[in-house]
């Protein structure tokens, strides 16, 4: 979904909704386009939407700096922005979903922002990130003689930043080419200006000997034998024998299936003692991106949680937790979680009360990570109570799905209740008269879909376990921090007794209780106190209604 003005309405698409967030005035065409996998068949449709708002005469002036990747297909290159006029502070929505002053760690590609200041002025501006020319090594091959060491390789190279610097696996050689050497399979890496590598194998046969040919290769999953290679052979002098480097007892194959990821040389000698080699790479079969979900604050745990649905597969053995440790978009490793494990993470080092954070997870192997997912981020919400008594309150925005709305939410002493909805391009709020009673507040954002924990990707959700996300809670009496506010009216208590799990105040809801390999080990119909026994100690994950508790039964 794209808007021809996004300082005119910028389009959220959630789900399967479509929703818009009014900037400024005038009229913006909104493009639709659905694309049916895997006939790759899109059609278009457009709106026409006028945005009713009084004039502002405002100006903002957008540069930045572009600092472009080192190297051909680099992640490492960042956009810092400068903003001139209007009135801070400002507020940024980049394409990516960033909501920062910059965007970093980013590959080549265009990029647009949204920037908003105090008063509610617009500039709208796209930069472009480059890359340097891919480093190319092209070869020449000089062919021995049958059985002799006279043959050649010469490389060059183009693309990439000089000066190249060269380097040939198992040989101390450090220039551009290898003189007098035989029949066989040699591997150059090419090094430039900018450390940025290529490496290329080249197979030099024997002068008349047979032709190998490259056919089909297969990738295999990890530590599995699922892979496979055919060639074909032509030319030399009959007979021809075959040698394939792993094993003597296919050695006439030259179809090769069951085969673990790897290198494989074949090695074919006619009848003239001519050699000819050729290397084949069998590769892994890649683990997918992991998604997350959503990452919140939780009420009950009183720690900021990361939340994904995972895939169903046997390929991935844990994931791996990534928190942003800086404004520059680096990441560091916090922790792991095994596969059969609820995929709920709890992080209890973050200093949720002082700052939002980002964070990212891949899934891992004992062959590989994947690429990181999508960067999501929280919502930590402040406040300063008025010497009037007029509650100020300011946020940050989400980051990992759209929205178009928040709801806000009062904390008395009875629990929460709902105060207004504000857009999405809304981070500030005066409660000009608080409630009598009143202790705090929250921002919450409804998901469209609701994530299910318990289930795999894809699977049907129900129970229902998140379809929220919610902020720190901005609490304006220091001396209160309840133990939960009961987060859409549900005030249930969760904890461990005797081998047993004690629910109550559940107010008719459902209750599950899953291990943490996500096992369904008990579940109760319209409970408002209950008394589960469990048989083994460990970490329980309890669902009431819409409610997720963790609970340590000793």
Same mark, same amino acid.
């Given at each position: 979904v794209k808007s021809s003005d996004n300082r005119v309405v910028y389009p959220a698409l959630m789900g399967n909704k479509l929703g818009f967030i009014q900037y400024g005035t005038g009229t913006a065409e909104i493009t639709v386009t659905a694309t049916v996998e895997p006939l790759s068949r899109s059609r278009s449709f457009t709106l026409s939407i006028n945005a009713e708002n009084q004039p502002q005469d405002c100006e903002l002036t957008l540069s930045a700096k572009i600092t472009n990747p080192k190297c051909r297909g680099g992640e490492d290159g960042k956009i810092e922005l400068t903003v001139s006029g209007g009135t801070e502070p400002y507020y940024y929505k980049w394409s990516t979903g960033r909501t920062s002053d910059g965007l970093y760690n980013v590959g080549a590609g265009s990029y647009s922002v949204l920037v908003m200041d105090e008063s509610g002025c617009t500039a709208e501006q796209s930069f472009e990130v480059s890359e340097p020319v891919a480093l190319e090594i092209s070869e020449t091959l000089t062919p021995s003689t049958c059985g002799g060491s006279n043959g050649k390789i010469e490389v060059s190279v183009s693309g990439g930043n000089a000066p190249y610097s060269y380097s040939w696996k198992n040989i101390t050689e450090t220039a551009s080419s290898l003189e007098n050497i035989s029949a066989g399979s040699y591997e150059v890496t090419v090094t430039d200006g900018n450390s940025c590598k290529q490496t290329k194998t080249i197979s030099l046969a024997d002068q008349g000997a047979a032709t190998i040919a490259q056919k089909t290769i297969n990738p295999s999953k990890c530590n599995e034998a699922t892979g496979s290679v055919e060639v074909s052979v032509s030319g030399g002098t009959a007979p021809l024998n075959y040698e394939w480097s792993d094993s003597a007892s296919v050695a006439n194959n030259l179809y090769r299936p069951k085969l673990y990821a790897g290198e494989y040389n074949l090695r074919v000698v006619d009848s003239k003692n001519c050699t000819s080699i050729l290397?084949?790479?069998?590769?892994?079969?890649?683990?997918?991106?992991?998604?997350?979900?959503?990452?919140?604050?939780?009420?009950?745990?009183?720690?900021?949680?990361?939340?994904?649905?995972?895939?169903?597969?046997?390929?991935?053995?844990?994931?791996?937790?990534?928190?942003?440790?800086?404004?520059?978009?680096?990441?560091?490793?916090?922790?792991?979680?095994?596969?059969?494990?609820?995929?709920?993470?709890?992080?209890?080092?973050?200093?949720?009360?002082?700052?939002?954070?980002?964070?990212?997870?891949?899934?891992?192997?004992?062959?590989?990570?994947?690429?990181?997912?999508?960067?999501?981020?929280?919502?930590?919400?402040?406040?300063?109570?008025?010497?009037?008594?007029?509650?100020?309150?300011?946020?940050?925005?989400?980051?990992?799905?759209?929205?178009?709305?928040?709801?806000?939410?009062?904390?008395?002493?009875?629990?929460?209740?709902?105060?207004?909805?504000?857009?999405?391009?809304?981070?500030?709020?005066?409660?000009?008269?608080?409630?009598?009673?009143?202790?705090?507040?929250?921002?919450?954002?409804?998901?469209?879909?609701?994530? &299910? $924990?318990?289930?795999? /990707?894809? =699977? +049907?959700?129900?129970?229902?376990?998140?379809?929220? @996300?919610?902020?720190?809670? !901005?609490?304006?009496?220091?001396?209160?921090?309840?133990?939960?506010?009961?987060?859409?009216?549900?005030?249930?208590?969760?904890?461990?007794?005797?081998?047993?799990?004690?629910?109550?105040?559940?107010?008719?809801?459902?209750?599950?209780?899953? &291990? $943490?390999?996500?096992? /369904?080990? =008990? +579940?109760?119909?319209?409970?408002?106190?209950?008394? @589960?026994?469990?048989?083994? !100690?460990?970490?329980?994950?309890?669902?009431?209604?819409?409610?997720?508790?963790?609970?340590?039964?000793?």
């Open positions: 290397s084949v790479q069998v590769p892994l079969i890649p683990l997918r991106q992991p998604k997350l979900a959503l990452v919140s604050y939780d009420d009950t745990l009183k720690h900021n949680i990361v939340v994904w649905q995972k895939e169903n597969t046997d390929d991935i053995d844990q994931y791996y937790i990534y928190r942003e440790i800086d404004s520059l978009g680096n990441y560091d490793k916090i922790d792991s979680l095994n596969y059969s494990e609820i995929s709920v993470y709890v992080d209890e080092t973050a200093q949720h009360k002082k700052q939002a954070y980002r964070y990212e997870i891949s899934a891992m192997n004992s062959c590989m990570e994947s690429p990181v997912s999508k960067e999501f981020k929280t919502i930590n919400l402040q406040r300063k109570v008025e010497d009037d008594g007029a509650v100020q309150l300011w946020w940050n925005a989400y980051e990992g799905c759209e929205y178009v709305s928040y709801s806000l939410y009062r904390v008395t002493e009875n629990g929460s209740e709902f105060m207004l909805n504000l857009p999405a391009n809304k981070f500030k709020y005066t409660d000009e008269q608080p409630k009598e009673g009143t202790i705090g507040y929250y921002i919450l954002i409804h998901l469209s879909e609701k994530i &299910d $924990v318990s289930q795999l /990707l894809k =699977a +049907q959700n129900e129970p229902s376990a998140y379809d929220y @996300i919610i902020s720190t809670i !901005a609490y304006i009496r220091n001396d209160i921090e309840k133990e939960s506010i009961g987060i859409l009216s549900c005030n249930a208590v969760v904890y461990s007794k005797d081998k047993s799990i004690i629910i109550s105040n559940a107010v008719g809801n459902n209750v599950f209780v899953f &291990d $943490v390999e996500g096992k /369904l080990v =008990a +579940q109760r119909q319209n409970v408002d106190s209950a008394e @589960i026994p469990v048989q083994t !100690a460990g970490v329980y994950v309890v669902i009431v209604g819409k409610n997720v508790f963790k609970v340590f039964v000793e």
